[in-house]
């Protein structure tokens, strides 16, 4: 019984000098190192930043100009909606004008278009300028236009290609509207002219045989024999 208290008594000095060597080991600098390592330990873990009033105006501005550059790609691919519809676009007043036109030039314009629709399934005749007659391809584009600009329109694809009054207009700038030429038979002047409706389609009088329709400009066949395009419909050349 004496040598179980010796023993414990043994234990419990071993014990308390242990604890004492720890306080003692604690000093300044060692709480200091582990201020230092939690820290560095906070400062690896990813933290997740809340959105300030600045951050989030940036943000809105970044995501409207995106939705306007798709705009413009949208109406420099030639798909132009009715006036009534264009607030999608966010652009500015003056320049929706400069891109589309104005509100009589798009109405005047959505007319031509529905006379060329109103011809699809007619017969291709040479020489034909009538719903009666049947059309040919720059016969079918007299047709439509011949009310709606304030000079004579050309009667040929190649006199209509050369006609200064017009605009000349690039590929990636195509309109709904505008006349597209191609080179079928010849090849220094185009021999033959369309109506570009937009979103890659034009609508033609193609060949004897075949009635009027719609085509697609990006088929291999039209891109090898694309001319040029031209803008007929303006501000400048819309007839009071």
């Known amino acids: 019984m004496q040598k179980k208290v010796v023993a414990l008594c043994l234990l419990l000095s071993l014990s308390a000098q242990g604890v004492n060597a720890t306080a003692k080991s604690d000093t300044p600098s060692t709480k200091l190192q582990r201020e230092h390592n939690r820290l560095r330990l906070w400062q690896q873990v990813p933290h997740r930043e809340l959105p300030t009033k600045s951050t989030s105006l940036s943000l809105a501005a970044t995501v409207k100009k995106h939705q306007r550059q798709a705009s413009l790609a949208l109406l420099n691919r030639g798909i132009i909606p009715g006036s009534h519809e264009l607030s999608w676009a966010l652009l ?17 314009l959505e007319k031509v278009i529905e006379i060329l629709q109103a011809q699809i399934g007619l017969p291709y005749r040479w020489g034909g300028q009538t719903p009666n007659q049947g059309f040919d391809c720059s016969g079918l ?12 329109l050309p009667r040929t694809a190649s006199t209509l290609f050369n006609d200064k009054r017009m605009s000349v207009v690039t590929a990636g700038r195509l309109r709904r509207g505008d006349l597209i030429f191609f080179t079928i038979h010849r ?13 890659q389609q034009f609508i033609e009088a193609p060949r004897t045989g075949l009635a009027i329709r719609i085509s697609q400009l990006d088929a291999p066949f039209w891109q090898q024999h694309f001319a040029g395009a031209r803008r007929v419909l303006t501000e400048t050349t819309l007839r009071d």
């Open 92 to 108: 500015s007043p003056d320049e929706l004008v400069r891109e589309t036109g104005s509100p009589q030039l798009l109405a005047t």
């Open 141 to 152: 584009v007299w047709f439509a236009f011949r009310h709606y600009v304030n000079w004579p």
């Open 187 to 199: 090849q220094n002047t185009p021999d033959h002219v369309g109506v570009y409706l937009g979103n």
